[in-house]
């Protein structure tokens, strides 16, 4: 079988690319063949065909036959039995690859079902529970939640709708969590073309080994909105003195998040690491008690929750998005109602007074990660999913 992967990165830019690397290096393995297009980045990836196409990202960018030209030399070329989309965003590419190839997509977060591409109101924070409609222009001038601009806020809109538009074309979405296939189905998108397949891990599963300091917790993520790291260090105040919070990431609030601390008088007790990766990361883990997650946006599902288990760490996190799919309540960790950083300062604080708990909640969350989230078991179904659609489609043409 061979594959034509879509994306907009082809690098370590995030977690998408994480998974997209890791997930084409197993494909290779299995030989099956595979090929790349993306947008951005460099064009030395390690695949026999990688095409770069800058413009295919913009969603608000009109399909025109310079660009429908492009695609079709790139599909003669590379010849593929089935194309897997990730992060490509615009909706007159993604209906043209349905009408015409086996496609399968697989939406990491909310840009089909948000003009934001974020689903968190604010004033207050929480995150949205509305279908994509034109009421959302009306909620963004009293929640915040899209730009104010009404021209900018037409193109959002519009270029979410067409993106939204395709998915229902599409015979097979794939989400993470059950909570991004309802979205999906509470705006239009049928059921029964939506498939729950949730993330993996590569890490193995470790021993339990003492954290270097039962004193210190660890985000790990990217400093933006709707992460709750600004919030996080603002609760902090006059709160376990004793305690210390590792930042691991990076983002266009970091700045922000390092003068917070200064002007709270936080700076012996916030420390920031910037992106690591691979070893680094697994340290830091290791070294930490407990892995916070303050995300007041609906994550899609959280892949840092995987890579603490895996070191055998509990998580502390926000009950938003897809998170309750790997973090079981009182058995690998705490979930918190959205928002109440009173309530999760307590059961931090719970876990690091006990060296026990913080062992069994560890060892039972890496013994659960490992038996439901397997790169073996991800990419079994998601072969099954390419050669269900590869059917469909000769199906069709057989009509």
Not at 151 to 167: D, E, P, T
Request: proline share 5%; glycine share 8%.
């Amino acid at each position: 079988m061979r594959v034509l992967c879509i994306n907009r990165y082809f690098s370590f830019a995030g977690g998408v690319e994480r998974y997209l690397i890791d997930l084409c290096s197993q494909f290779q393995k299995d030989n099956m063949e595979v090929d790349i297009l993306f947008c951005e980045g460099k064009k030395n990836v390690p695949y026999k065909k990688a095409y770069i196409i800058p413009e295919f990202w913009d969603r608000r960018k009109k399909l025109t036959c310079e660009m429908i030209s492009e695609l079709q030399s790139v599909i003669g070329d590379s010849r593929p039995d089935v194309i897997f989309l990730n992060n490509m965003d615009n909706g007159g590419i993604v209906s043209l690859l349905a009408s015409t190839i086996p496609t399968v997509r697989y939406i990491h977060g909310h840009a089909n079902t948000c003009p934001d591409g974020k689903r968190l109101l604010s004033n207050p924070t929480e995150d949205c529970r509305y279908p994509l409609s034109l009421m959302c222009a009306i909620r963004a001038h009293s929640r915040f939640c899209m730009p104010r601009s009404p021209r900018k806020a037409w193109y959002c809109y519009h270029g979410a709708k067409k993106n939204l538009f395709a998915s229902v074309l599409l015979p097979k979405t794939i989400v993470a969590s059950s909570y991004m296939k309802n979205m999906l189905v509470l705006n239009g998108v049928p059921r029964d073309k939506v498939e729950i397949l949730p993330y993996f891990t590569t890490w193995p599963k470790e021993t339990w080994l003492e954290p270097g300091d039962f004193n210190r917790i660890l985000f790990v993520g990217r400093i933006s909105e709707g992460k709750g790291l600004l919030e996080l260090i603002e609760s902090m105040v006059g709160v376990l003195a004793e305690v210390h919070l590792d930042v691991v990431g990076d983002g266009p609030l970091r700045l922000q998040a390092e003068e917070k601390c200064r002007k709270l008088g936080l700076e012996n007790r916030v420390a920031f690491y910037g992106v690591l990766e691979g070893e680094s990361l697994k340290d830091r883990y290791r070294h930490n008690a407990v892995l916070v997650v303050p995300s007041l946006w609906p994550e899609p599902f959280g892949i840092i929750g995987l890579e603490a288990a895996m070191c055998c760490r509990p998580t502390v996190a926000f009950d938003v998005g897809g998170i309750s799919e790997w973090l079981k309540n009182g058995e690998t960790g705490y979930l918190i109602p959205s928002g109440n950083f009173s309530a999760m300062w307590e059961k931090i604080e719970e876990l690091l007074k006990s060296k026990e708990k913080i062992r069994k909640f560890g060892t039972q969350a890496a013994d659960f990660v490992a038996q439901n989230f397997s790169m073996t078991k991800h990419v079994t179904r998601l072969k099954e999913i390419f050669q269900e659609v590869i059917d469909m489609k000769i199906r069709e043409r057989q009509l």
